[in-house]
Nanobody
């Protein structure tokens, strides 16, 4: 069974940096594409970035692409999202998800497995 566990979410001040971590279950890390999304109340999941098992990446086309970085840690079997220059509008629940396909995709419907999410709150 594929499981993903996010961690690292907390309350920060505007302008701060924060790193989120996603720990996929055994076998998932090198098998599936892992993506990061966020969701605001009443809205669909918003794509942030995704990374393949070989390290190829795809980013959103909005402002997060210049402030957020996705990466893999082969030693820890985790996928991280490094966020800098955080703004109040970055406040959301952040999810990691796994895509069983082989092509990097942005739409949330392509991702089959999802974590429970971690809350990030940015105070202005």
């Amino acid at each position: 069974q594929v499981q993903l566990v996010e961690s690292g979410g907390r309350r920060v001040q505007a302008g701060d940096s924060l790193t989120l971590s996603c720990a996929p279950s055994e076998g998932t890390f090198r098998k599936y594409i892992i993506g990061w999304f966020r969701q605001l109340p009443g809205k669909e999941q918003e794509f942030i970035a995704a990374i393949t098992w070989s390290g190829n990446t795809l980013y959103s086309t909005d402002s997060t692409k210049d402030r957020f970085t996705i990466s893999r840690d082969e030693a820890k079997y985790t996928v991280s999202l490094d966020m800098s220059g955080l703004k109040a509008e970055d406040t959301a629940i952040y999810f990691c998800a796994a895509d069983v396909g082989i092509i990097l995709r942005r739409h949330h419907s392509a991702y089959l497995y999802w974590g429970q999410g971690t809350q990030v709150t940015v105070s202005s």
